[in-house]
């Protein structure tokens, strides 16, 4: 069964970190699932055991991309859903007396949501602050462990920056001081190389829709011998630590994006290249995460004197496709926590822009977005009562 893919039409897609295309080795799986297998994996006969291996070759395939068994490896409805399990079902397994929990302030809502459920449940939650660049600092997270230290939450790569964690190092760290390590690794597979048998987390979270495939799946990385409470109740499912009916088509789309991702040699190229051109081209621009290890596809940039909204709405009418990191509540922009746990003033948090490539971006639609960007910068800065016209 072969499905076109279409990417865009008239549309550069700059979004990535946002969601990713469906690539066609994901749109085959999918069609294939809702054509043939539609057998349900938890029936012992012929139509269900089929469905079943197939989930089993997910389930490899998925593994195969975070170096990891592929027992290990729980199917989830996404990204949220693996973070809360992770975050939620370990601490309330644990002892009573351990009610404390780390994590980053820079992480995205489904672990600070998490976290603030665990609060209204009586843990404590210490946030960690970043510096400029956006790191978190391994010995800040010393620090900050208490005796009843019962969970450390890192993410390996910011949504928002690209900024790439030590997670390495503040696994080590939870290992040697016998607290569970988990993070959020939904911006970092596909994009950079994980491999868990090096950052040896107990927890370790991904999202299906961020490399290539559909909406709706997401995995969680549990190490062995380790006690979750489940999230949901129901069947038996997932080795008992998610019930429900699998998502077939998502995961097996899922697994064909895991086995067809690719080095991101070109991609890093491609953003180097708008990154510099930003740079050279339009005044009164600078990164956001300078200095820092980054994911290769992303670049955040602050355009002083603008607003990160109207960039994005004038480069939308020019046909491209970029996010702010602002969310939107009430109707009202707020800036980025991300930026203001950097150390960015509310204004130029407000002022910035995320630019996310992926696979089928090419050099002549970034040389086109840095012309749109640098033709938008100008007429929003003409217009702009912040900006100091030289
Ligand atoms: N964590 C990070 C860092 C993300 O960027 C996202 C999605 O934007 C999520 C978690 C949530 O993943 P999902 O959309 O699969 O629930």
Redesign the pocket.
């Known amino acids: 069964m072969k499905v076109p893919l279409i990417v865009s039409v008239n549309r550069y897609y700059f979004d990535h ?2 969601t990713t295309p469906v690539c066609p080795e994901a749109a085959n799986a999918l069609a294939e699932a809702a054509a043939t297998l539609w057998g349900n994996p938890s029936s012992v006969h012929r139509d269900g055991q089929l469905v079943r291996s197939r989930l089993d070759k997910a389930r490899r395939q998925v593994a195969g991309l975070l170096s990891c068994p592929p027992k290990r490896i729980v199917f989830t409805s ?4 693996a ?1 809360n399990l992770a975050i939620l079902g370990s601490v309330r397994a644990s002892a009573a007396a351990r009610r404390h929990v780390i994590t980053s302030s820079i992480e ?1 809502p ?2 600070l949501s998490a976290c603030a459920q665990l609060e209204r449940e009586g843990v404590e939650v210490s946030y960690l602050p970043v510096d400029s660049r956006g790191l978190v600092d391994p010995d800040n997270v010393r620090r900050q462990i208490r005796p009843n230290t019962v969970l450390i939450s890192c ?1 390996h790569a ?2 928002e920056t690209g900024v790439v964690e030590p997670i390495a190092e503040i696994s080590a760290i939870a290992r040697e001081r016998g607290i569970l390590f988990h993070s ?1 690794g ?2 970092a597979t596909g994009k950079i190389p994980v491999s868990l048998d090096q950052f040896q987390p107990d927890l370790y ?1 991904l ?1 299906a ?2 490399f290539y495939a559909a ?1 709706g799946s ?1 995995a969680l990385y549990i190490r062995p011998g380790l006690e979750l409470q489940p999230i949901q109740y129901g069947g038996r499912h997932e080795a008992a630590f998610r019930p429900g009916t699998e998502n077939v088509p998502g995961i097996l789309a899922m697994g064909a994006a895991a086995a067809a991702v690719t080095d991101s040699t070109r991609i890093a190229a491609l953003r180097d290249r708008l990154e510099a051109a930003i740079l050279d081209g339009v005044p009164d621009v600078s990164v956001n995460g300078a200095g820092a290890p980054r994911t290769p596809n992303t670049t955040n940039l602050c355009f002083e004197g603008i607003e990160g909204e109207a960039m994005v709405i004038a480069l939308d009418l020019k046909g491209f496709a970029v996010s702010t990191g602002a969310a939107c509540s009430s109707g009202a922009v707020k800036a980025s926590h991300v930026l203001l746990a950097m150390g960015l003033t509310e204004a130029r948090a407000k002022s910035s822009l995320r630019f996310s490539l992926g696979r089928y971006n090419d050099e002549g639609q970034v040389d086109a977005l840095v012309d749109a960007v640098a033709g938008a910068a100008a007429h929003l800065r003409r217009l702009s009562p912040t900006y100091a016209h030289a």
């Open positions: 970190n946002a996404g990204g949220t859903e973070a995205h489904a672990v993410m910011n949504n959020d939904v911006q979270s999202s829709h961020k909406k997401g």
